[in-house]
C-alpha cells in the first residue's frame, strides 16, 4: 500500500465539476451475494473522493462489509434502529474526503422494520435530505436480498447501480432486481432510476466473459457502465486491511478499473 496514483482522466474531469445543492443518493444492490456489490459501493466511492468529491458509504446491510471494509468498527445501534441522526453517525474514513456511516446488526432486528416500506423510505429519504445536504454522493450499501432495507433504500434514492458478475448464471436474477426498481418507482420513489449496470470479475481470457458483457449490453444498452471491473485479487484482499484497492494497491488493474467507474460516474452527472 503506498500512494495513489489515478489515471490522467482525473485531471481532463476536473473542469467539469460542478458541486450540487443536495447529494446524489445512489442504491447499490443486487440479491445475488458474491457479485462485487459491497467492492463496488466502496471503491467507486473512493475514486470520486480521490477526485475531489465529498462522497459517503451508508452501510444498511447487517453484514457491516462496507464499513469493515473502510476500516471502520461496526456500530452498536444503527441510527436508523436507534431514531438517531444520522449525521451524528458519519464517521471520517482515512482517505480524505471519504467518510461511512457505519452499519449494524441491529439491523436485522425485525423490530426495526416495523414501520412500513413506504413509510420508512420517506423517513430515510427525510434524514438523507436534512442531514447529509454537505455531501455530493451517498452510496447506500444495501444487503443482498429484495427483503425490506433494500426496498427503503430504493424508496429514498435517486439511482440505483446494479454490479454482476461477467459469470455463468449472471442474468439470473437481474430482472428481480429490476423489477423491484421499477414497482418502488411506481409506487414509491418516482425519481429513481437505473443509474448503471456494473460488469465485474471480468476474465478477459474467457470467451464467457465477453459473451456475458455482450448479453447485458445487448439487453440494456447505454444504462451499462462502458469500464469493466477485472477479476483481481487485489480487489479481493484490500477489505481484510480495511482499504478501497485504489490505497491498498494503487497501480492494480482492479484499482485502475474502479477510478475510471468513478470517472464515468462523474461523466453522467
Not at 464467457?208 to 479481493?236: K, M, W
Amino acid at each position: 500500500p503506498g500512494s495513489v496514483v489515478l489515471p490522467p482522466v482525473e485531471a481532463a474531469s476536473e473542469p467539469r465539476r460542478r458541486l450540487p445543492k443536495v447529494a446524489k443518493i445512489i442504491s447499490v444492490a443486487n440479491q445475488k451475494g458474491g457479485v462485487g456489490k459491497t467492492t463496488t459501493a466502496i471503491n467507486v466511492a473512493a475514486g470520486l473522493a480521490k477526485a475531489g468529491r465529498s462522497t459517503l458509504v451508508i452501510d444498511v446491510d447487517p453484514q457491516c462489509n462496507a464499513t469493515s471494509g473502510l476500516g471502520v468498527e461496526p456500530a452498536q445501534r444503527h441510527p436508523l434502529v436507534a431514531g438517531r441522526s444520522l449525521a451524528e453517525a458519519v464517521v471520517e474514513t482515512s482517505q480524505p474526503k471519504l467518510f461511512v456511516l457505519p452499519g449494524s446488526q441491529s439491523l436485522a432486528d425485525a423490530d426495526a422494520l416495523s414501520a412500513s416500506n413506504r413509510q420508512r423510505a420517506s423517513m430515510l429519504r427525510q434524514q438523507l435530505a436534512g442531514d447529509l445536504s454537505g455531501f455530493e454522493f451517498v452510496f447506500l450499501d444495501c444487503p443482498p436480498s429484495l427483503g425490506q432495507l433494500t426496498r427503503a433504500a430504493l424508496g429514498a434514492s435517486a439511482e440505483v447501480y446494479i454490479p454482476i458478475q461477467c459469470e455463468y448464471f449472471a442474468m439470473e436474477g437481474l430482472s428481480q432486481i429490476i423489477d423491484l426498481a421499477r414497482q418502488t418507482k411506481a409506487k414509491d420513489n418516482h425519481r429513481l432510476e437505473i443509474g448503471g449496470i456494473v460488469l465485474t470479475m471480468f476474465d478477459p481470457d474467457l470467451d464467457l466473459a465477453h459473451e456475458v458483457a455482450n448479453e447485458v449490453r445487448g439487453y440494456l444498452e447505454e444504462t451499462v457502465f462502458q469500464t469493466l471491473i477485472p477479476r483481481d485479487v487485489h480487489i479481493s484482499e484490500a477489505p481484510s486491511h480495511g482499504m478501497s484497492v485504489l490505497d491498498y494497491s494503487p497501480r492494480a488493474r482492479g484499482s485502475w478499473a474502479y477510478a475510471e467507474l468513478a470517472m464515468e460516474v462523474i461523466d453522467r452527472e
